[in-house]
Protein backbone atom coordinates (compact mmCIF):
# COMPACT_ATOMS: atom_id res chain seq x y z
CA UNK A 1 0.00 0.00 0.00
CA UNK A 2 2.61 2.69 -1.12
CA UNK A 3 1.30 5.99 -0.29
CA UNK A 4 3.01 9.53 -2.15
CA UNK A 5 2.59 12.22 0.10
CA UNK A 6 1.87 15.67 -1.01
CA UNK A 7 3.40 18.78 0.82
CA UNK A 8 3.28 22.64 -0.09
CA UNK A 9 5.96 24.23 2.31
CA UNK A 10 6.29 28.42 1.87
CA UNK A 11 10.02 28.82 2.41
CA UNK A 12 10.94 30.72 -0.76
CA UNK A 13 11.15 34.42 -1.78
CA UNK A 14 9.02 36.32 -3.27
CA UNK A 15 8.15 35.51 -7.20
CA UNK A 16 10.72 32.62 -6.82
CA UNK A 17 10.00 29.76 -9.41
CA UNK A 18 7.98 26.79 -7.20
CA UNK A 19 11.03 23.98 -6.61
CA UNK A 20 10.18 19.91 -6.09
CA UNK A 21 11.61 17.85 -3.89
CA UNK A 22 11.33 14.29 -3.87
CA UNK A 23 11.84 12.76 -0.51
CA UNK A 24 13.10 9.16 -0.18
CA UNK A 25 13.86 6.98 3.10
CA UNK A 26 14.11 3.87 5.14
CA UNK A 27 13.78 1.45 2.03
CA UNK A 28 14.95 -1.35 4.19
CA UNK A 29 15.21 -2.89 0.58
CA UNK A 30 15.57 -6.79 0.55
CA UNK A 31 16.12 -8.57 -3.19
CA UNK A 32 12.74 -10.31 -2.70
CA UNK A 33 10.68 -7.09 -2.85
CA UNK A 34 10.54 -6.41 -6.40
CA UNK A 35 6.54 -4.88 -5.68
CA UNK A 36 8.88 -1.57 -3.96
CA UNK A 37 11.74 -1.32 -6.29
CA UNK A 38 9.03 -1.00 -9.51
CA UNK A 39 7.24 1.54 -7.42
CA UNK A 40 10.72 3.97 -6.36
CA UNK A 41 11.13 3.83 -10.39
CA UNK A 42 8.00 4.88 -11.31
CA UNK A 43 8.30 8.37 -8.96
CA UNK A 44 10.53 9.38 -11.70
CA UNK A 45 7.75 10.16 -13.50
CA UNK A 46 6.86 13.26 -10.73
CA UNK A 47 10.12 14.72 -12.30
CA UNK A 48 11.82 16.68 -9.28
CA UNK A 49 13.92 18.96 -8.83
CA UNK A 50 15.95 17.65 -6.00
CA UNK A 51 15.77 13.82 -4.83
CA UNK A 52 17.03 13.24 -0.76
CA UNK A 53 17.39 10.11 0.25
CA UNK A 54 17.74 9.82 4.69
CA UNK A 55 19.07 6.72 4.92
CA UNK A 56 18.51 3.09 5.74
CA UNK A 57 18.05 2.22 2.07
CA UNK A 58 19.24 -1.55 2.71
CA UNK A 59 18.41 -4.92 4.96
CA UNK A 60 20.28 -7.24 3.25
CA UNK A 61 24.01 -7.90 1.78
CA UNK A 62 22.34 -9.03 -1.95
CA UNK A 63 20.51 -5.52 -1.72
CA UNK A 64 22.65 -3.33 -3.17
CA UNK A 65 21.76 -4.55 -6.98
CA UNK A 66 18.13 -4.14 -6.71
CA UNK A 67 18.27 -0.64 -4.90
CA UNK A 68 20.49 0.73 -7.63
CA UNK A 69 18.05 -0.73 -10.07
CA UNK A 70 15.05 0.83 -8.03
CA UNK A 71 17.31 4.29 -8.32
CA UNK A 72 18.26 4.33 -11.28
CA UNK A 73 15.58 6.46 -13.50
CA UNK A 74 16.26 9.48 -10.47
CA UNK A 75 19.85 9.24 -11.06
CA UNK A 76 20.39 11.64 -13.40
CA UNK A 77 18.52 14.35 -11.12
CA UNK A 78 20.43 16.01 -8.65
CA UNK A 79 20.24 14.44 -5.42
CA UNK A 80 21.69 14.05 -1.55
CA UNK A 81 22.05 12.06 0.81
CA UNK A 82 23.07 10.72 4.26
CA UNK A 83 23.25 7.37 6.02
CA UNK A 84 21.38 5.60 8.26
CA UNK A 85 22.11 2.51 10.92
CA UNK A 86 20.94 -0.01 8.49
CA UNK A 87 23.01 1.01 5.78
CA UNK A 88 26.34 0.30 7.66
CA UNK A 89 25.24 -2.98 9.11
CA UNK A 90 22.60 -5.25 8.70
CA UNK A 91 19.13 -5.98 10.82
CA UNK A 92 19.07 -8.63 13.55
CA UNK A 93 16.31 -9.92 15.55
CA UNK A 94 15.14 -8.64 18.60
CA UNK A 95 12.44 -7.97 21.17
CA UNK A 96 10.19 -5.68 19.58
CA UNK A 97 9.26 -4.72 22.81
CA UNK A 98 12.43 -2.81 23.34
CA UNK A 99 11.01 -0.15 21.62
CA UNK A 100 8.40 0.97 23.96
CA UNK A 101 11.52 1.68 26.28
CA UNK A 102 13.15 5.52 26.25
CA UNK A 103 16.37 4.27 24.57
CA UNK A 104 15.71 1.12 22.11
CA UNK A 105 18.93 1.06 20.89
CA UNK A 106 21.35 -1.97 20.99
CA UNK A 107 24.80 -3.27 20.48
CA UNK A 108 25.65 -6.26 19.17
CA UNK A 109 29.05 -8.40 18.79
CA UNK A 110 30.20 -9.03 15.32
CA UNK A 111 28.03 -6.84 13.28
CA UNK A 112 27.36 -7.81 10.02
CA UNK A 113 28.52 -5.11 7.43
CA UNK A 114 26.41 -4.13 4.40
CA UNK A 115 27.60 -2.73 1.26
CA UNK A 116 27.48 0.68 1.95
CA UNK A 117 30.71 1.63 0.60
CA UNK A 118 29.63 0.49 -2.53
CA UNK A 119 26.24 2.26 -2.16
CA UNK A 120 27.92 5.79 -1.76
CA UNK A 121 30.28 5.00 -4.59
CA UNK A 122 27.36 5.03 -6.82
CA UNK A 123 25.17 7.65 -5.95
CA UNK A 124 28.65 9.91 -5.86
CA UNK A 125 29.42 8.53 -9.70
CA UNK A 126 25.57 9.28 -10.54
CA UNK A 127 26.14 13.00 -8.68
CA UNK A 128 24.14 12.89 -5.59
CA UNK A 129 26.36 14.70 -2.96
CA UNK A 130 27.42 13.21 0.36
CA UNK A 131 25.83 15.17 3.38
CA UNK A 132 28.15 13.14 5.91
CA UNK A 133 29.73 15.70 8.54
CA UNK A 134 29.61 18.10 6.18
CA UNK A 135 27.76 21.24 3.77
CA UNK A 136 27.41 21.59 0.10
CA UNK A 137 25.81 23.86 -2.42
CA UNK A 138 23.91 22.67 -5.15
CA UNK A 139 22.46 24.89 -8.37
CA UNK A 140 18.86 23.73 -8.94
CA UNK A 141 16.18 25.91 -10.74
CA UNK A 142 18.69 28.83 -11.12
CA UNK A 143 19.15 29.71 -7.60
CA UNK A 144 21.61 28.21 -5.20
CA UNK A 145 20.55 26.02 -2.30
CA UNK A 146 22.93 25.11 0.72
CA UNK A 147 22.81 21.76 2.50
CA UNK A 148 23.84 20.86 5.99
CA UNK A 149 23.96 17.78 6.67
CA UNK A 150 24.63 14.84 9.82
CA UNK A 151 25.75 11.28 10.23
CA UNK A 152 23.22 8.74 12.11
CA UNK A 153 22.65 10.68 15.18
CA UNK A 154 20.74 7.06 16.37
CA UNK A 155 23.93 5.63 16.07
CA UNK A 156 26.25 8.41 18.13
CA UNK A 157 27.66 9.07 14.77
CA UNK A 158 26.62 13.07 14.26
CA UNK A 159 29.13 15.50 14.41
CA UNK A 160 27.75 19.05 13.44
CA UNK A 161 29.96 20.47 10.67
CA UNK A 162 31.86 23.85 11.11
CA UNK A 163 29.79 27.21 10.60
CA UNK A 164 29.97 27.94 6.73
CA UNK A 165 28.56 30.08 3.75
CA UNK A 166 24.29 29.50 2.96
CA UNK A 167 22.25 30.20 0.54
CA UNK A 168 18.88 32.11 0.41
CA UNK A 169 17.30 28.85 0.64
CA UNK A 170 19.56 26.05 3.21
CA UNK A 171 17.83 22.88 3.97
CA UNK A 172 19.44 20.67 6.81
CA UNK A 173 19.21 16.58 6.27
CA UNK A 174 19.76 13.95 8.68
CA UNK A 175 18.40 10.33 8.98
CA UNK A 176 17.12 10.62 12.38
CA UNK A 177 15.66 13.37 13.57
CA UNK A 178 16.89 13.66 17.69
CA UNK A 179 16.42 16.55 19.13
CA UNK A 180 20.13 17.63 19.16
CA UNK A 181 20.53 17.63 15.55
CA UNK A 182 17.30 19.35 15.15
CA UNK A 183 18.13 22.71 17.49
CA UNK A 184 21.35 22.55 15.91
CA UNK A 185 19.90 23.05 12.31
CA UNK A 186 17.21 25.23 13.14
CA UNK A 187 20.15 27.05 14.85
CA UNK A 188 21.84 27.32 12.01
CA UNK A 189 18.94 28.74 10.11
CA UNK A 190 17.88 26.32 7.74
CA UNK A 191 14.42 26.75 6.50
CA UNK A 192 13.71 22.76 6.41
CA UNK A 193 15.04 20.39 7.89
CA UNK A 194 14.01 16.29 6.02
CA UNK A 195 14.43 13.21 8.41
CA UNK A 196 13.03 9.60 8.22
CA UNK A 197 14.33 7.15 10.52
CA UNK A 198 10.79 7.06 12.68
CA UNK A 199 8.94 4.36 9.80
CA UNK A 200 5.94 7.24 11.59
CA UNK A 201 5.48 4.80 14.50
CA UNK A 202 5.01 2.02 12.15
CA UNK A 203 2.49 0.14 14.34
CA UNK A 204 0.18 3.35 15.27
CA UNK A 205 -2.94 3.25 16.87
CA UNK A 206 -6.03 4.99 15.07
CA UNK A 207 -7.08 8.40 16.48
CA UNK A 208 -3.75 8.41 18.73
CA UNK A 209 -0.82 7.76 15.83
CA UNK A 210 2.56 6.93 17.00
CA UNK A 211 3.30 5.09 20.11
CA UNK A 212 6.80 5.16 19.60
CA UNK A 213 9.13 7.43 17.33
CA UNK A 214 12.78 5.38 18.33
CA UNK A 215 14.36 8.78 19.48
CA UNK A 216 13.53 11.18 21.20
CA UNK A 217 11.25 13.39 19.35
CA UNK A 218 8.09 13.82 20.27
CA UNK A 219 5.20 11.16 19.21
CA UNK A 220 3.39 14.21 17.44
CA UNK A 221 5.43 14.73 14.60
CA UNK A 222 6.67 11.16 14.39
CA UNK A 223 5.97 11.69 10.70
CA UNK A 224 4.83 14.36 8.31
CA UNK A 225 5.37 17.97 8.03
CA UNK A 226 5.86 19.96 11.34
CA UNK A 227 7.27 23.43 12.87
CA UNK A 228 10.68 22.91 15.30
CA UNK A 229 10.49 24.10 17.67
CA UNK A 230 6.72 25.24 17.56
CA UNK A 231 4.81 26.08 14.57
CA UNK A 232 5.38 28.37 11.93
CA UNK A 233 5.04 32.12 12.05
CA UNK A 234 2.65 32.11 9.10
CA UNK A 235 0.71 28.90 10.01
CA UNK A 236 -2.27 29.30 13.11
CA UNK A 237 -1.70 28.88 16.48
CA UNK A 238 1.90 29.46 17.53
CA UNK A 239 5.25 30.70 16.21
CA UNK A 240 9.00 29.00 15.04
CA UNK A 241 11.68 29.03 13.15
CA UNK A 242 12.29 25.82 11.02
CA UNK A 243 10.26 23.70 9.14
CA UNK A 244 10.38 19.94 9.67
CA UNK A 245 9.61 16.41 7.31
CA UNK A 246 9.64 13.53 8.78
CA UNK A 247 9.07 10.38 5.93
CA UNK A 248 7.39 7.28 7.76
CA UNK A 249 9.57 5.89 4.97
CA UNK A 250 9.07 2.61 2.60
CA UNK A 251 10.00 -0.58 4.50
CA UNK A 252 10.43 -2.01 7.83
CA UNK A 253 12.92 -4.63 9.37
CA UNK A 254 12.73 -7.93 7.89
CA UNK A 255 12.33 -9.38 11.24
CA UNK A 256 9.41 -7.01 12.11
CA UNK A 257 7.63 -6.87 8.53
CA UNK A 258 4.07 -5.53 9.62
CA UNK A 259 2.60 -1.94 9.79
CA UNK A 260 -0.59 -0.90 10.97
CA UNK A 261 -2.28 2.39 10.28
CA UNK A 262 0.98 3.79 8.77
CA UNK A 263 1.59 3.04 5.31
CA UNK A 264 4.96 3.30 3.78
CA UNK A 265 5.46 6.24 2.04
CA UNK A 266 7.48 8.50 -0.24
CA UNK A 267 6.74 12.36 0.02
CA UNK A 268 7.00 14.95 -2.82
CA UNK A 269 7.80 18.49 -1.31
CA UNK A 270 6.52 21.54 -3.41
CA UNK A 271 8.36 24.44 -1.73
CA UNK A 272 6.83 27.87 -2.81
CA UNK A 273 7.23 31.51 -1.95
CA UNK A 274 6.26 32.35 1.55
Not at 212 to 224: E, I, K, Q
Given at each position: ??T?????????????????V??????????V???????VR??A?????????????????D?L???L??????????????L????????????P?????????????????L??R???????R????????T????E????????????????????????????????????????????????????????????????C??????????????????S???G???????????????????????????????????????????????
Amino acid sequence: MFTLRRYDVPVLGPGEQPLRVLHLSDLHLTPVQRDKVAWVRDLARLEPDLVVTTGDNLAHDDALGPLLEAYAPLMDRPGVFVLGSNDYVAPRPKNPARYLLPDARTAHEDPEELPWREMTAAFRRAGWRDLTNTRVTLELGGRTVSFVGVDDPHLDRDAFPAPGPRADLHLGVSHAPYTRVLDAMAGDGCDLVLAGHTHGGQLCVPFYGALVTNSDLDRGRASGLHGWPGLRPDAPGGAGSTWLHVSAGLGTSPYAPFRFACRPEASLLTLLPR
